[in-house]
């Protein structure tokens, strides 16, 4: 079975920046698209961005667009999400998500088959 560990999630100052990175066990890694979600207190966990097998493309949510970069090291087996100009409302449990297939949706949860277990970043105002 696959297993994701984020690290990088702390607290920082709005306006301030944060790498997470989610190091993957499989040795397959370089075939699964990656995506990061996060989840706020009582909300839903929503989708933040997605990477392909590749790297070669990229989404993002609206929220996150210019801001946030999503980027994996397949020799590393690790993707990361460099997240600059942080804001309050970035607050939340982020989690990095791998999807062994390369059909269907990319920014909704159910897509994923892979979760780890969440970094808190905390933004304060």
């Known amino acids: 079975q696959v297993q994701l560990v984020e690290s990088g999630g702390g607290l920082v100052q709005a306006g301030g920046s944060l790498r997470l990175s989610c190091a993957a066990s499989?040795?397959?890694?370089?075939?699964?698209?990656m995506g990061w979600f996060r989840q706020a207190p009582g909300k839903e966990r929503d989708f933040v961005a997605a990477i392909s097998w590749s790297g070669g493309s990229t989404g993002y949510a609206d929220s996150v667009k210019g801001r946030f970069t999503i980027s994996r090291d397949n020799a590393k087996n690790t993707v990361y999400l460099q997240m600059n100009s942080l804001k309050p409302e970035d607050t939340a449990v982020y989690y990095c998500?791998?999807?062994?297939?390369?059909?269907?949706?990319?920014?909704?949860?159910?897509?994923?088959?892979?979760w780890g277990q969440g970094t808190q970043v905390t933004v304060s105002a």
């Open positions: 998500a791998a999807k062994i297939t390369s059909i269907g949706y990319y920014d909704t949860a159910p897509a994923y088959d892979y």
């Open positions: 499989t040795r397959t890694f370089s075939t699964y698209a």
